[in-house]
């Protein structure tokens, strides 16, 4: 059965922050930290501008891990069922003709989570499938899809929506003076990504041939989520900068493999784009070092770094938005792939096809006015 991925609609928050302003911020208040200057020249080599869901003064004022978390999780629903709204729009359909929704967020812990918000809010049927996942992080949009593409494979017939969406401003703390934490908070913003599912096509986009997952052995310390008293922390190992290059021996032994069924002497899966979740420049560079990359095949990856930073799980549907705009040929061969704690890879191997029914609406990118008031969008609780 061939499994199709549609275009993912994209919604970024209306707090502009400029790169100069986190700087600023940093040396304020870190004026004697011993690797200042490391931080500032990478800092240089950051995007000019973030995406954040709160006001500045907000995500820098002292927040206790409650506000944080209610803020976020309130965040995440908002961007989240913007996405959905317009993903289900664009296609022409009814929250009524979901049979199943996949979500993930890793910021905004809640119990019941995005998926429910999304069901009361979008309309979705009460027997809609749900398949919750809060625990991935970066690697969520890869494994989402991957989690669609088997709802799909398992029950013919059925369209599945993949909502994700991330909160990482709530994860600023001024007490992370790490070097890798000083620069995540200038690298991170958020977002909210949507797209559809099915085994028909569902205008230009993804036909999926296979896919992995893979977690590298001995990695499960080397990115790693961390709540105490003032909120979520996301930490990472020294050893954290060596996972590309550590996993990247399956990845191609993976690419190499015959597809299920298919023949076994056929050559590689080649790579004629690749959408690729945006982690850093230090990431970016490496995988096309491990994979003999140029700039043509992750030029999409790296505008969506360049312009938005890392979305976290949902960076990885915010570069496929951007290969819609500048799309390869039908029958271009392709690989999708996300990272994330673990460290885990999650990937699938794809084809660009024209498909029919092309989406009406632009579903690139759009963003929430500043002063976009929370509680008309949730609805009372």
């Not at 669609?148 to 992370?176: I, N």
Request: glycine letters at 10%; a negative charge; aromatic letters at 4%.
């Amino acid at each position: 059965m061939v499994v199709y991925i549609g275009r993912p609609a994209v919604q970024l928050p209306g707090h502009v922050i400029p790169r100069r302003r986190i700087a600023e911020d940093m040396e304020r208040r870190h004026a004697d930290h011993p690797r200042l200057a490391s931080v500032r020249r990478v800092l240089d080599r950051m995007p000019a501008q973030r995406r954040y869901s709160q006001p500045f003064e907000t995500v820098l004022a002292d927040r206790d891990a409650t506000e944080r978390n209610t803020t976020a999780f309130a965040d995440v629903c908002r961007m989240g069922t913007a996405a959905a709204r317009r993903a289900l729009d664009a296609h022409h359909l009814s929250p009524a003709d979901v049979d199943c929704v996949v979500t993930s967020h890793s910021t905004g812990d809640a119990v019941p989570g995005l998926d429910v918000h999304l069901v009361a809010e979008l309309g979705l049927r009460p027997d809609v499938a749900r398949r919750p996942m809060t625990q991935l992080g970066c690697a969520g949009g890869a494994h989402a899809l991957i989690t669609a593409v088997d709802h799909v494979r398992a029950h013919p017939g059925t369209t599945v929506l993949v909502v994700v969406a991330e909160s990482l401003s709530s994860t600023y703390h001024h007490g992370d003076t790490g070097l890798e934490m000083m620069i995540y908070k200038a690298l991170w913003g958020d977002s909210g990504a949507a797209l559809l599912v099915a085994d028909r096509p569902l205008g230009p986009g993804l036909a999926v041939a296979d896919t992995w997952e893979y977690l590298l052995p001995g990695s499960a310390l080397r990115y790693r989520k961390r709540t105490d008293a003032a909120g979520v922390h996301f930490d990472s190992e020294r050893s954290a900068p060596r996972s590309v290059a550590e996993a990247s021996p399956a990845l191609r032994d993976w690419l190499a493999r015959p597809l299920p069924g298919g023949d076994p002497t056929a050559d590689p899966w080649p790579l004629d784009f690749v959408v690729a979740h945006t982690g850093g420049p230090a990431l970016l560079t490496d995988l096309a070092d491990r994979l003999g990359l140029d700039d043509k095949q992750l030029a999409h990856s790296w505008s969506s770094l360049d312009e938005v930073g890392n979305l976290g799980g949902a960076s990885v549907l915010d570069v496929l938005a951007r290969t819609h705009t500048a799309p390869p040929p039908p029958g271009a061969h392709g690989l999708l792939l996300g990272f994330g704690p673990g460290f885990a890879v999650s990937a699938l191997k794809t084809t660009w096809v024209e498909g029919a029914g092309t989406p009406a609406v632009d579903l690139d990118h759009d963003s929430w006015g500043q002063d976009q008031d929370l509680q008309v969008v949730l609805g009372s609780p």
